[in-house]
Structure formats: structure tokens, C-alpha cells
């Protein structure tokens, strides 16, 4: 069963073709992957999912309900959490409290002068943020100010961030972007351990990551979708690898 379907997107800006009649569908409870080379239209495409842009033409559909025309904060609260590149923390806060604080936003839809009151007085919000940093490796720092966490712990509290939320779909935009191996294979394992059930739309441009947890994977090149299918099948490709790598086998 399809939980994301994405049907002729198109998208401009000025005379630039971001997106060209974009189409694809990502199973539910599946691992798909977007790949592509720079500028091929993979972070305008994830845009259009949590309603940073509209596309000129087609529709993005949830659960068959339109993305299109509605709040980030809606989208959100619909079941749509997203990591981004450069993780997005409150950073003078402790972790526990970074993990707490979208709860609150999940259930309510924004921020207000009362918010850190109210989500302390919730019952059990607390309980299931330290069961969730148990989860990504976080609960021995959770009094940690978020600033102080290198690169790979900052990725994991942005997951424990979303995963409160209890996304039916967590976005993953370039994951593991800035980090050395021994944090991007931690990364991997993380997000084959953590939130099992939730369908997972990664963009990635380290093909170990993709090979490692994609089920399904769809190719960008210059705003097209020019392939699709298991990871084995993408690597053999030759228009993938022609777009992707110039000709060099993946």
C-alpha cells in the first residue's frame, strides 16, 4: 500500500526547470531512497513534501490527503516528521528538554510563551522522552546542554526529536552528511534499529548509506525521475550511472 504517492510535479523558479512531471509512490513500512547529482531537484522535491514550496503543477498525496495548499505545522501534525542536512536543535537547551519540546508542537501546532509549562505538566511526556533517547544512545547526557553534542549526537537527538512525535513518515535529508565513517555506519545503524514501522524517504548522496538502507530507490537527473527499483537494479543501471557517476559503475 502506497503512503506517499507523487504524481506530474513540476516546479520553476524563473526559467529553471527544478522538477520536470515528477512521479513516484513509496510503500508503507519500506526504506525508499532519492538519489540523484547535485541540482538534480531532490531537495526542491522533499520541499514540496513538507510545504516549504508548491509545485506549479501535479499533487502530493499522504494517506490520500493533499500536502498541497496546507501549514508545515499541518503536515507535521498529520504524521510527516523530517530531519534536515544541518541538524536543527535548540542548542541552549538540555537534550531531554530538546526531545520534550515537540511533543508539545505534535499535539498543538506552535509555540507559545507557555510552552516549556505546559509540556512539563503533560503526563508521561517525559517517560517516553527518556524511553526514546534510550533508543538512539542519548539518555546518559539527556541533562546535556543540545550545543555541546558533536555531529553524529546532534543527528541522533533530531531523530529522538521527530521520533516523539510518532511520525508515519520521517524524511531524511542527507542524513549523514558532514560526518566521518565510523559516525555515518553509527547513523546507519541507528536508522535500522529506531522506529521500526515508520516509512522512511531517505536523500542521500553516500551511496554506502543507500545501499545499506534502501528497499526501493528512485534516480533524479535534472528534475526527472530516470530510474526506479532494489538497490541491485539501480547499481547495474547504465543511466544511472551515466547521470550519477558519468559512466562509472556504482
Known amino acids: 500500500m502506497s503512503i506517499l504517492q507523487v504524481k506530474g510535479v513540476s516546479k520553476s523558479f524563473g526559467g529553471l526547470r527544478a522538477l520536470n512531471d515528477v512521479n513516484l509512490e513509496v510503500e508503507e513500512g519500506t526504506v525508499h531512497a532519492i538519489i540523484g547529482p547535485n541540482g538534480a531537484g531532490k531537495s526542491t522535491l522533499l520541499n514540496c513534501f513538507v510545504g516549504k514550496l508548491e509545485p506549479d503543477t501535479g499533487s502530493v498525496m499522504f494517506n490520500g490527503v493533499s500536502l498541497l495548499g496546507i501549514e508545515p505545522y ?4 498529520a504524521g510527516v516528521a523530517r530531519v534536515f542536512q544541518t541538524p536543527e536543535i535548540f542548542g ?3 537534550l531531554i528538554e530538546n526531545v520534550m519540546i515537540p511533543a508539545f508542537a505534535s499535539h498543538d501546532g506552535a509555540f507559545n510563551l507557555n510552552a516549556w509549562q ?6 508521561g511526556v517525559r517517560e517516553d522522552a527518556e524511553k526514546i533517547m534510550g533508543d538512539v544512545g542519548l539518555l546518559d547526557q539527556r541533562d546535556t546542554l543540545a550545543n555541546s553534542l558533536s555531529r553524529g549526537d546532534k543527528r541522533r537527538l533530531e531523530m529522538a ?6 511520525p ?3 524524511l531524511l535529508d542527507e542524513p549523514t552528511a558532514g560526518m566521518s565513517r565510523a559516525d555515518t555506519n553509527n547513523t546507519i545503524d541507528l536508522l535500522k534499529r ?3 514501522g515508520i516509512t522512511k524517504v531517505v536523500i542521500e548522496h553516500d551511496m554506502h548509506v543507500v545501499f545499506s538502507l534502501a528497499e526501493k530507490i528512485s534516480v533524479l ?6 530510474a526506479e527499483g532494489a538497490p541491485d537494479e539501480i547499481k547495474g543501471d547504465p543511466r544511472v550511472q551515466e547521470a550519477y557517476l558519468g559512466g562509472a559503475h556504482l
Open 161 to 166: 526529536m521527530c521520533l516523539i512525535q510518532n
Open 194 to 196: 529506531v522506529g521500526e
Open 168 to 170: 508515519k513518515l520521517l
Open 74 to 77: 499541518e503536515i507535521n501534525q
Open 92 to 94: 541552549e537547551m538540555t
Open 118 to 123: 505546559r509540556v512539563s505538566e503533560r503526563a
Open 221 to 226: 537527473a535534472q528534475g526527472t525521475v530516470i
